[in-house]
């Protein structure tokens, strides 16, 4: 399994932006399908985006949608998650994860993680 490494967390005020980053280590991203979930306190994991290896299929979260981006770059085995116009909602532990399947977006469907950044949005 590919081992993930996501930074970028931090404290931003509402409004505010931050880019997540998720390197993969220890072998490439290979084909697999990369996406961001997270976790609020007290709350379910859920899915926010995900992306494909050529970067043609993209899904986001509908509470994300037209505030949040991902992209991948292949080469430096990374994915982004920039997201824009912050709100306190968005407060979570942000986590990237690996998929060999191309559609789906469960926590089941995603074979490999990272251990999480905080983003904390202040009102």
């Known amino acids: 399994q590919v081992q993930l490494v996501e930074s970028g967390g931090g404290l931003v005020q509402a409004g505010g932006s931050l880019r997540l980053s998720c390197v993969a280590s220890?072998?490439?991203?290979?084909?697999?399908?990369v996406g961001w979930f997270r976790q609020a306190p007290g709350k379910d994991r859920m899915f926010v985006a995900s992306?494909?290896?050529?970067?043609?299929?993209?899904s986001y979260a509908n509470s994300t949608k037209g505030r949040f981006s991902i992209s991948r770059d292949n080469a430096k085995n990374t994915v982004y998650l920039q997201m824009n116009t912050l709100k306190p909602e968005d407060t979570a532990v942000y986590y990237c994860?690996?998929?060999?399947?191309?559609?789906?977006?469960?926590?089941?469907?995603?074979?490999?993680w990272g251990r999480g950044t905080q983003v904390t949005v202040s009102s």
């Open positions: 220890g072998r490439t991203f290979g084909s697999d399908r």
């Open positions: 992306i494909t290896w050529s970067g043609r299929s993209i």
């Open positions: 994860a690996a998929s060999p399947l191309q559609v789906g977006v469960r926590q089941s469907d995603f074979l490999s």
